[in-house]
Structures are given as C-alpha cells and as structure tokens.
C-alpha cells in the first residue's frame, strides 16, 4: 500500500510541474466558514476538514474527511473515513470507495452518488481459498484493477478539461495516434536497452528511471483517456444519457477487466488499446507541432 501511495504521490507532483497549477498534496487542511479553498484539495491520508466552500474537487486516498461545507465540483475518497455533514452541499459527484461513509440526510449531492464498500481483507480471506486453483483470476489482478481505477479517477478529478480535450482529439485522429503510439513504443525499448547497457556506466540508472517514470505518467493520462472514451462509447450505444464522468470512467474500467478473462482476442484488445494509451499521451504533449486536432 505504501508503494501505492507513493507513486500517487510521484504523479501528483508530476501532474502539477505539467499543468502548472497550484496543486499540491494536503495532509491536514481546514477549510474554515465564510472562507473558500481556491484550488483541488488532494490528501494522502491526511486529515481534511471542509465547513467553507472548495472551489474545485476533493480527492482523498486513505485519511479522514470531515465536510460539513460546499464542493463546487466532485468528492471523491478511496478507504477513507468520510463523514458528510447535514450543511454538506456537493455540486459535482460524490464517489466513495472502500472506507467507511457517515452521511447526514439533509446534505445534497447533485451529481451521482457511489458507495462502494469493500475490505480488503475480507476479500482476500475470502477470495483466495476459492480461486488459489483459477487460471483467471488471482487476488493480484483484482488489486491492480482497483489500483487502476484509483490512478484514473484522480487523473480525472485533477485534468478534467486536459482529459476532454486529450478524448476528443482521439475521436478526430484515431489512426494517426495509433501509428504514433506503435512507433512510441518502440522507440521507448529502443531507449530502454540503451539506458539498460549505460547503467554499467552508472550515468544511466536516472535515465533508466527516468524513462519508466515518464513511460508510467503517460500510460497514467492516456489510459484514463481510453477508460472515459470507452465509456462514453457504451453509454451512447445502450443510449444512456445525463451520466457523470466518472461512472462513465468506471464503466470503462470494467470493460478492460472483462477484456482480461476473455482468451486470445481480450489479448489482442488489450495490446492495441496499450498502443492508442502511448499514443494519446504522446500526442497531447506534442499536439500543436504534430498539428492534431483538439
């Protein structure tokens, strides 16, 4: 879980060197009544209590939240202690996963409200002696999703319009980033063994790391891109409509689990939607010299 947090923490701070805001990762904020937080409130296990207004979202992972205020944008918290006050006004979505939920019936959420309640404990206890002899499925692999669906929906909450506008130029120039994901690829393996051979030289070990850092942010970004678009996709096909990004960001994250129980062709997807992931991240960097679209 530390190493978890950690890379939360390492993206973060990435994230905030690239988009050049004010965000930072909080471990205790109070935001008092009559006063406004004007920026994102990320906390990492931190102690977080809101009778103010927050201008933007609330993203907490482990720690306790105490919101008795406004939240102009979305709340959402993984194995967190959240307890939401009767004055609690939530403009945006409230998605609360894993953790403990206290929530007062007079406070309103006017976006979606998820409640996911799990233990991880409790699910290890009781998954593992059923599937120890499954050739699909492993303790592992349901971590990883859950991990995933942390990463996306916090690269959500803090590059809502970046994501947008990263989805739609994906929608105009589907093949065009496919072949520039494909050559990334290659290019980054290139890079690797060069770096590989130069850590003998130890000149290399922070190219090296720096390399799969880099490699990591923007599998990070595009994969959430890919979630959100996968998504909407589904939700325009079943014509569902009015449904908040991050469910749709959910609903993606779904259909790459299933995709990972399908044999064969759920392979194939998945190697090709690793592509258009490198693709779409290198491409919303390089966006106005490789003039595509946004």
């Known amino acids: 879980m530390k190493k978890i947090l950690l890379l939360l923490v390492v993206m973060a701070v990435a994230f905030n060197l690239y988009s050049g805001s004010d965000l930072k990762v909080k471990k205790k904020l109070v935001v008092l009544e009559g006063s406004t937080h004007p920026d994102n409130i990320i906390s990492l296990g931190g102690q977080i209590d809101i009778k103010g207004v927050v201008a933007k979202s609330v993203v907490m992972i482990g720690g306790h939240l105490n919101l008795d205020g406004e939240v102009k944008e979305d ?6 202690k959240v307890k939401i006050g009767k004055n609690a006004r939530i403009k945006g979505e409230l998605l609360v996963i894993g953790g403990e939920l206290k929530r007062d019936v007079m406070s309103r959420v006017n976006g979606e409200f998820f409640y996911f309640r799990f233990d991880l404990k409790k699910i290890e206890s009781t998954l593992i002696p059923i599937i120890s002899d499954s050739k699909t499925i492993t303790f592992l692999r349901i971590l990883k999703i859950i991990f995933w669906l942390i990463l996306t929906l916090v690269v959500l909450a803090i590059l809502p319009q970046k994501i947008n506008q990263a989805m739609e130029m994906f929608d105009k ?11 990334s690829i290659f290019v980054s393996l290139f890079l690797l063994i060069v770096f590989i051979v ?6 290399g070990i922070p190219l090296l790391l720096a390399l799969i850092l ?17 998504g909407t996709r589904i939700s325009n096909f079943l014509r569902a409509t009015n449904i908040s990004p991050s469910i749709l960001l959910l609903i993606g994250v779904v259909f790459y689990t299933l995709l990972k129980f399908l044999p064969y062709l759920g392979s194939l997807i998945l190697i090709i939607m690793n592509i258009f992931e490198i693709g ?6 390089l966006r106005k010299r490789m003039a595509l679209r946004d």
């Open 198 to 203: 130069l850590t003998f030289l130890i000149i």
């Open 280 to 285: 779409i991240g290198i491409s919303f960097i």
């Open 214 to 230: 880099v490699y990591f942010l923007i599998l990070i970004f595009g994969r959430t891109v890919m979630f959100l678009y996968i």
């Open 75 to 80: 709340v959402i918290c993984f194995g967190s």
């Open 173 to 183: 120039n589907i093949l065009k980033i496919g072949m520039i994901g494909l050559v």
